[in-house]
């Protein structure tokens, strides 16, 4: 049996309607962009930023957690984690290492270099955006790492947005920019496949037990 078979089959036990909705959100998937988020300490940060993630379309967010273990927040994230694909690493160096195997630039987020700002900030290619703690920002390791630097313009006397603000504010435009870009940014085939059947799966009750079925 194939997996669209298996694809088929499991698509009985949803209603049409979630399933065209699969079909509609993966349209506006992308993997072009990623986020990585490096050693948030508030938990409700990295969660409300997975959340942005879901809600712009980012179907991978990366997860450093060295110093302060696990920051994702179920309630916070609303579910968001089911559709976002969540990878998580126990160190920076790893998570670069990663995200540089798959032909991602990084680019670090941060108010304090004089970078590139969001609005003129262009995309040719792959890009991981990094963002980091609430008060030390990115680790000297991410900033070295840096192939370029973005940060958001502010007239006001503060110097930085809080870091989940920070980017919800930047997917938002960038993912923008994006779909307005002449870039293959669309997840392939392949992948809006994959998904599709790891949703179904996700949408299903007992489906451990379904899936016993199938394959008896």
């Known amino acids: 049996m194939t997996d669209q078979e298996l694809l088929t089959y499991l698509e009985g036990f949803i209603s049409p309607e979630r399933k065209e909705r699969f079909l509609e959100i993966l349209e506006k998937r992308t993997k072009y962009l990623t986020v990585a988020i490096e050693d948030i300490f508030q938990f409700h940060n990295t969660s409300a930023i997975i959340r942005s993630c879901e809600v712009f379309g980012i179907q991978d967010a990366h997860v450093i957690e060295n110093r302060f273990g696990k920051r994702l ?16 690493y126990d160190n920076s160096k790893d998570c670069l290492a990663k995200l540089r195997g798959d032909g991602y630039q990084i680019i670090a987020t941060t108010p304090h270099i004089d970078s590139c700002l969001l609005e003129d900030f262009q995309m040719n290619t792959k890009l991981a955006l990094f963002f980091g703690t609430e008060k030390e ?41 994006l779909r307005k870009s002449k870039v293959s940014w669309q997840l392939t085939e392949k992948e809006k496949f994959e998904k599709r059947l790891d949703w179904t799966k996700k949408s299903i009750k007992s489906v451990e037990e379904i899936l016993k079925r199938y394959h008896s």
């Open 137 to 177: 920002g990115l680790s000297g390791e991410a900033m070295q790492a840096a192939d370029g630097f973005l940060k958001i313009p502010m007239v006001g006397f503060t110097e930085s947005l809080n870091v989940s603000v920070s980017a919800a504010i930047i997917l938002q435009e960038l993912t923008k920019k």
């Open 73 to 88: 927040d179920k309630n916070i994230a609303m579910g968001a984690q089911q559709w976002v694909d969540v990878h998580r």
